[in-house]
Every structure is written in structure tokens, then in C-alpha cells.
T-cell receptor
């Protein structure tokens, strides 16, 4: 069964430093997608970045980059130059398959990031 | 344009009552999803719509839960005979196509007394 594991319940980082949030996944599919979402205390889920299983290059979106290591089944999120507004819960998620039979996201348990001034 | 909207934002109900939660997806988004977020269970998938049909209902926890989508747009999640364990935040998301990122609404916080 597919599974997403986030082993860091909480992380601290100093403002302006970089931080890596860990995510490992388990799937038997060859085609899948990996996502990171941010959930601030206000509750909304904000899409950050996407990596497809066939993408050869690591995805980047501004200060966010995804360190995709397919053989290790890991998809860590790197946030560079942390800002106070980055304090939030971060969820890693996976979507299996490309045939449209299911398009659901499986979420990890999340990592609570606190950025300190 | 506007994002995904959900109503009500908060709903308090008594055990045994029925509730309806509404989701308005982003205009033009063909796919719509319902998830539930609770302290004990994290984020769980409930159901996925492509147009008005639901190819995957595997996450609905019991037959008290149902959902429909009309006109390829608005969706309603109905919970009959609510139980205290139904208390959670119900999140709706939509995407432009099957493999695009899902955009989430603000959620409906359901409290069953």
C-alpha cells in the first residue's frame, strides 16, 4: 500500500537559514507525483511544489526546491532563506498513477516548522 | 479569479442530525476532491469527482457519507445521522485536469456534540 512518511514532527530554523523537511514514500507504481503543501495556523492548504516520477530534474519554485532521490524514495523539501512567515505545518503528499482511475492524494503526518528571529 | 470556496465555515450540530457541506470549485476545474482532517487521523481522502461522476469513493468512511456534484461545478457532501467521531475539518480541493496540482478551500469545521 502507498504510504508517505514524515519523520520530523517539529523543526526549528533561524530566520534566513535554509531548512530541509524530510519525506519518504512507498509505492509500487512507476508513475506517481509528489507534492508539498503548507498549512499556516489559519488552516488553508497552500500548494508549494510538485515533482513527477519521470521528471529528471529536481523541481524548484522560488525559495522552495524538492530534493528528489528516486532510488531512495525520498522527496525532501528545501526552503532557502527562511522567513518568519514560513512558520507553518508542511505536508508531503503522493498521487499514484496517471490513468485517472484515482487521483487522490495520500498525505504524510506533517512537520511543524517554527522560524525563529 | 476566486479560489475554492466552502460553506459553512463552521457547523455545530447535535449527534444524530444530518449535515450538508458545500464546495464551489475554481471555475473551469473539472476535478473535485473531498478530504477530512482530524487530530487522530490526519488528512484523509474521501471522494474524487471527474465532472459529475465519482471514479473513486474509496475514502468514504461509512454509508452515512455521500456526495454529489452537479453541472460539473458545485459539490455537496452529506453526512447523515452524525456521530461525534465525524467531528473534523472537511476540505474540498479542485484541479484543472487530472494531473495538475489540487487547490484547497478554507474548509468546513464540523463539530458534533
Amino acid at each position: 500500500a502507498q504510504k508517505i512518511t514524515q519523520t520530523q514532527p517539529g523543526m526549528f530554523v533561524q530566520e534566513k537559514e535554509a531548512v530541509t523537511l524530510d519525506c519518504t514514500y512507498d509505492t509500487s507504481d512507476q508513475s506517481y507525483g509528489l507534492f508539498w503543501y503548507k498549512q499556516p495556523s489559519s488552516g488553508e492548504m497552500i500548494f508549494l511544489i510538485y515533482q513527477g516520477s519521470y521528471d529528471e530534474q529536481n523541481a524548484t519554485e522560488g525559495r522552495y526546491s524538492l530534493n528528489f532521490q528516486k532510488a531512495r524514495k525520498s522527496a525532501n523539501l528545501v526552503i532557502s532563506a527562511s522567513q518568519l512567515g514560513d512558520s507553518a505545518m508542511y505536508f508531503c503528499a503522493m498521487r499514484e498513477g496517471l490513468d485517472g482511475a484515482t487521483n487522490k492524494l495520500i498525505f504524510g503526518t506533517g512537520t511543524l516548522l517554527a522560524v525563529q528571529p | 479569479g476566486a479560489g475554492v470556496s466552502q460553506s459553512p465555515s463552521n457547523k455545530v450540530t447535535e449527534k444524530g442530525k444530518d449535515v450538508e457541506l458545500r464546495c464551489d470549485p475554481i471555475s473551469g476545474h473539472t476535478a473535485l476532491y473531498w478530504y477530512r482532517q482530524s487530530l487522530g487521523q490526519g488528512l484523509e481522502f474521501l471522494i474524487y469527482f471527474q465532472g459529475n461522476s465519482a471514479p473513486d469513493k474509496s475514502g468514504l468512511p461509512s454509508d452515512r457519507f455521500s456526495a454529489e456534484r452537479t453541472g460539473g461545478s458545485v459539490s455537496t457532501l452529506t453526512i447523515q445521522r452524525t456521530q461525534q467521531e465525524d467531528s473534523a475539518v472537511y476540505l474540498c480541493a479542485s484541479s484543472f485536469a487530472l494531473h495538475n496540482e489540487q487547490f484547497f478551500g478554507p474548509g468546513t469545521r464540523l463539530t458534533v456534540l
